[in-house]
């Protein structure tokens, strides 16, 4: 393989091998024109001639990892990673949601094309853009477009505001598993020192009021118990931590850094456990839902097709956005773990079998949840879509264990049912914190190279430290706000900057070329006119949709006041401005014109109208 050095005190022309491991240098004299050659199955690049260089271009090497970079030891690891971070708790409980209020079975439709024309493109972009390049999230950029590195870090930031909130809502659900070792659920009846006035038993009972001023046992537990929500005034007075939660979270981020210390060696062998188990649990859930009383109600307000919702745009947008975060291109995560493949490996089918497998998931979840929900209504003697009116955490900490309290043998459904949570949470903690890992590790590999068990010990220090707000009495309002405002419209827009800077900037002939390179064959037309514009149109017209009409913030009965929007645009903000900021940056500090500065070309590029006579070669091994 050959691997090009292009700064200016040393344009070496390296070509590794890696057959006896000997060192050898050959001087300019011995080079000849066949040292030059592109090897089998190497990209050749081609594109636009830029002014001053050969306008015959020789074929560009492949850059490809060495033997000290981390791999995974099967192929199935990856795969399972990869399954375990895209589906989460989303799955579980917004998918359901938004397919209900959205049409019900006629919101597959939009969700189908949005899936087909977005989100699979971008992911399938981001498993070849990873692999191809072997680097993280930062350092890749240096190959792709340099001036655009900013990206790096803007994920990484916003990785770690993930990290702040979705490890609570873990927390809360180990809390649940905990309290689930009893004989009977504590959220079950209204006995409790928790409970109020308002708490309204209707199970096992007759003649029971159900009015707006009424708590179920399962609410009252899970906003006056295990939030204690009711001690807080709001942002402005989110009161102190509870230490119950913050134990929960301890044990939880033990866990990830156990999981993530050593590499993907180790975390390739959790996920074999916390990839898997949910699905067990998600088949007996569903079993034992369709076996209860109003179970068929739930199912046909699930898929009961309400085909004039087509056309508002609104429905169409929560397709994009949905499929958008349920694979989860632009976290950085598929560039991390894909970099770890080998380079041959068949990207296209991953993308493509872990994508179905992700839709098939959510999907099927629906069934799961809203055959409890119409055994709900059964039993509330009211209208699914009363039982259905709340999502988010509220329906995985309230109306599903409701149900399941109330269900034969309980104890068991709950503990499953929780273990579930706390699986699939952590599936998707260890690919966003990997993200972080790979992107700094491979940009600072002088000082990390060696250290990664220190590196990742301070990050999850960090990320414990920064959830102390979540864990308040008021941590509920800071998980929306940071959910709403920290990931939401910054990931989108880096996701659609991203795909701007491969199809636009990297240029599409050699992406298409960087593929040939590792699967033998070059992408279809379909893909090619998906990145080049089809897939950013997906996301600025979700952009543009969530700017123009921004959802009101609202969690219980508590509005959120003007003044914590604003910090939620800062919040917002202070990932995404690392975008301009370092475009800024390389534009004062580098010397030249923006041409000579190669700011919106790679190294690569611009080696391969390179003077041979100025090139040395370099064997290594």
Same mark, same amino acid.
């Given at each position: ?85 895209? %589906? ?481 645009? %800062? ?51």
């Amino acid at each position: 393989m050959r691997i090009f050095c292009a700064s200016e005190a040393c344009q070496f022309f390296f070509k590794l091998t890696c057959s006896d491991g000997r060192l050898a240098f050959d001087s300019p004299s011995t080079m000849t024109r066949q040292d030059t050659a592109t090897p089998t199955g190497s990209l050749s690049a081609q594109g636009p001639s830029n002014t001053g260089y050969n306008n015959n271009p020789a074929p560009v090497p492949v850059i490809t990892q060495t033997n000290s970079r981390d791999k995974w030891s099967k192929k199935m690891d990856f795969l399972l990673s990869v399954i375990g971070f895209a %589906v989460d708790l989303g799955n579980v409980w917004r998918f359901p949601y938004i397919c209900y209020q959205n049409g019900g079975g006629a919101f597959l439709i939009p969700y189908i094309v949005m899936a087909i024309f977005g989100g699979v493109p971008l992911f399938y972009m981001e498993l070849a853009l990873g692999q191809f390049h072997r680097t993280g999230a930062i350092s890749i950029w240096k190959h792709i477009c340099p001036i655009f590195k900013g990206i790096g870090y803007a994920i990484c930031v916003i990785a770690l505001y993930v990290s702040f909130y979705y490890n609570t809502i873990i927390a809360w659900a180990l809390f649940y598993f905990y309290s689930s070792f009893a004989s009977v659920l504590p959220w079950t009846n209204c006995d409790n020192a928790w409970n109020t006035e308002n708490c309204t038993n209707y199970f096992l009972k007759d003649n029971v009021t159900w009015n707006n001023y009424s708590r179920s046992p399962a609410e009252e537990f899970y906003t006056r118990n295990v939030l204690e929500i009711h001690k807080s005034d709001g942002l402005h007075n989110v009161g102190g931590v509870r230490w119950q939660l913050m134990l929960c979270l301890f044990l939880i981020f033990t866990i990830v850094y156990f999981s993530l210390w050593k590499g993907v060696k180790t975390s390739g062998k959790v996920v074999w456990v916390t990839a898997t188990l949910p699905y067990v649990v998600l088949f007996i859930l569903l079993i034992r839902g369709a076996t209860l009383p109003g179970a068929w109600k739930g199912v046909v307000f699930y898929l009961k097709p309400k085909w004039e919702k087509l056309f508002e745009t609104s429905v169409w947008v929560d397709a994009a956005a949905q499929i958008f975060f349920s694979l989860g291109p632009g976290f950085g995560v598929l560039l991390a773990l894909s970099s770890y493949n080998p380079f041959t490996n068949n990207c296209y089918r991953d993308a493509i079998v872990t994508s179905l497998v992700n839709c098939l998931t959510s999907f099927m979840s629906g069934f799961v949840i809203f055959t409890v929900l119409g055994y709900m209504a059964e039993k509330r003697n009211v209208n699914v879509e009363d039982v259905a009116r709340d999502k988010g955490p509220s329906l995985l900490f309230i109306t599903y264990p409701e149900a399941i309290a109330n269900m034969t043998g309980s104890t068991f459904f709950a503990i499953i049912f929780f273990v579930m949570m706390i699986t699939l949470g952590l599936d998707s903690t260890f690919g966003g914190l990997e993200a972080i890992i790979t992107a700094v590790m491979d940009e600072y590999p002088g000082y990390l190279a060696n250290r990664r068990e220190l590196f990742v010990l301070g990050l999850v220090v960090v990320c414990f430290l920064g959830s102390l707000s979540t864990l308040t009495n008021g941590g509920a309002y800071v998980v929306k706000l940071l959910e709403e405002f920290g990931v939401g419209s910054s990931i989108i827009a880096v996701g659609f900057l991203e795909a701007i800077a491969v199809s636009w900037f990297y240029g599409i002939t050699r992406f298409s070329n960087d593929i040939k390179s590792m699967l033998g064959y070059s992408p279809g037309l379909f893909w090619k006119v998906c990145w080049v514009a089809i897939s950013p149109a997906f996301l600025a017209y979700i952009i543009v949709s969530s700017l123009l009409k921004p959802p009101p913030l609202q969690l219980f009965d508590y509005k959120y006041p003007d003044w914590s929007i604003t910090v939620g645009y %800062v919040i917002g903000a202070s990932s995404f401005m690392w975008i301009p900021i370092y475009m800024v940056y390389k534009l004062v500090w580098t010397p030249g014109s923006l041409k000579q500065c190669d700011l919106f070309d790679n190294q690569l590029w611009k080696l391969s109208h390179y003077n041979p006579k100025t090139l040395h070669a370099v064997e290594i091994f």
